[in-house]
């Protein structure tokens, strides 16, 4: 088999598109086309099915797939080891998180992770959607509070995310907000209309009591949440590392301390042969041991 050929079908595998296959490798899509045809008369096996615009692989395909990532992650393992021969070589590592954790948390705790490994050059993702680029290599870890079902993935437990209802202690006092039933008069500000963003909060009170919320304000930012609540826009829901200097400052205050909602747990997500890079392993073992309190928690 050619590696050319198993480059371009490993490149398709991932993206499950032959135009964006093409844009990645630099060359047209009649040249991925012909590799891939090539690759398949050259084994005798289809390695891709077509239904319509979908795309998928066979289960040729998919063993294929395995394989090839095993191969081209020893090559880029390897080229990681050869780069410390090279002149002020430096490596890359791109890593995703989540909007609000690697705006707020993650920049301001990284400096010492760089300064202890200066030939480790360090790229950031943020986005509320981290599966695809992992699942295509756009990103070499992510940091993420939602499960990540790839498979051959490794699932690395950072720390437990709490959240917090929020409001301007003005709001709360010219509402009149002193009990569940009072939610049904105000808004609720929400990163969506439909209240997924508020299930914990939900799923820690009484059945009879989640139909309150009903005047749903969307604001698809965490930062625009926490504004909004300090405007007295409404009640927000958000996670509790995102708003410790302002509930200290009392310039937001939890209207229903007695509530204790669900938690989510922040996890390391990675391929495991990458796990197995150097520069992966020394950030992954970073990360790993800073304190709750320096991600804000606990």
């Given at each position: 088999?050619?590696?050319?050929?198993?480059?371009?079908?490993?490149?398709?595998?991932?993206?499950?598109?032959?135009?964006?296959?093409?844009?990645?490798?630099?060359?047209?899509?009649?040249a991925?086309?012909?590799?891939?045809?090539?690759?398949?008369?050259?084994?005798?096996?289809?390695?891709?099915?077509?239904?319509?615009?979908?795309?998928?692989?066979?289960?040729?395909?998919?063993?294929?797939?395995?394989?090839?990532e095993?191969?081209?992650?020893?090559?880029?393992?390897?080229?990681?080891?050869?780069?410390?021969?090279r002149?002020?070589?430096?490596?890359?590592?791109?890593?995703?998180?989540?909007?609000?954790?690697?705006?707020?948390?993650?920049?301001?705790?990284?400096?010492?992770?760089?300064?202890?490994?200066?030939?480790?050059?360090?790229?950031?993702?943020?986005?509320?959607?981290?599966?695809?680029?992992?699942?295509?290599?756009?990103?070499?870890?992510?940091?993420?509070?939602?499960?990540?079902?790839?498979?051959?993935?490794?699932?690395?437990?950072?720390?437990?995310?709490?959240?917090?209802?929020?409001?301007?202690?003005?709001?709360?006092?010219?509402?009149?907000?002193?009990?569940?039933?009072?939610?049904?008069?105000?808004?609720?500000?929400?990163?969506?209309?439909?209240?997924?963003?508020?299930?914990?909060?939900?799923?820690?009170?009484?059945?009879?009591?989640?139909?309150c919320?009903?005047?749903?304000?969307?604001?698809?930012?965490?930062?625009?949440?926490?504004?909004?609540?300090?405007?007295?826009?409404?009640?927000?829901?958000?996670?509790?590392?995102?708003v410790?200097?302002?509930?200290?400052?009392?310039?937001?205050?939890?209207?229903?301390?007695?509530?204790?909602?669900?938690?989510?747990?922040?996890?390391?997500?990675i391929?495991?042969?990458?796990?197995?890079?150097?520069?992966?392993?020394?950030?992954?073992?970073?990360?790993?041991?800073?304190?709750?309190?320096?991600?804000?928690?606990?």
């Open positions: 088999m050619d590696l050319y050929h198993l480059k371009t079908f490993f490149t398709l595998a991932k993206v499950k598109n032959f135009t964006q296959a093409a844009e990645l490798l630099f060359v047209t899509q009649s991925v086309s012909h590799a891939i045809k090539k690759l398949e008369t050259s084994i005798d096996t289809p390695l891709i099915s077509r239904r319509g615009k979908v795309l998928e692989l066979t289960p040729a395909g998919h063993a294929l797939y395995r394989s090839c095993k191969i081209f992650y020893e090559i880029e393992k390897a080229d990681q080891e050869i780069s410390r021969y002149h002020e070589a430096r490596v890359r590592i791109r890593l995703g998180s989540t909007v609000e954790f690697g705006t707020s948390i993650l920049v301001n705790h990284i400096r010492s992770f760089l300064d202890a490994h200066p030939e480790i050059h360090l790229d950031f993702y943020f986005s509320h959607h981290l599966e695809t680029p992992l699942a295509r290599d756009e990103v070499d870890l992510v940091i993420d509070c939602i499960p990540h079902s790839l498979p051959n993935l490794a699932t690395i437990y950072l720390f437990q995310e709490q959240y917090v209802t929020i409001a301007s202690p003005d709001f709360i006092r010219s509402r009149e907000i002193y009990a569940l039933e009072d939610l049904e008069r105000i808004n609720i500000l929400s990163n969506d209309k439909q209240l997924a963003w508020w299930r914990n909060f939900l799923t820690a009170i009484p059945g009879d009591k989640q139909s919320l009903k005047n749903v304000v969307q604001i698809n930012h965490i930062r625009g949440i926490i504004n909004g609540a300090i405007s007295g826009l409404g009640i927000g829901f958000v996670p509790k590392y995102t410790i200097r302002e509930l200290e400052e009392k310039v937001l205050v939890d209207p229903f301390p007695g509530i204790k909602p669900g938690a989510d747990h922040f996890n390391i997500y391929k495991k042969e990458k796990l197995e890079f150097e520069k992966n392993k020394a950030l992954v073992d970073y990360l790993t041991r800073l304190k709750p309190s320096e991600f804000g928690v606990g």
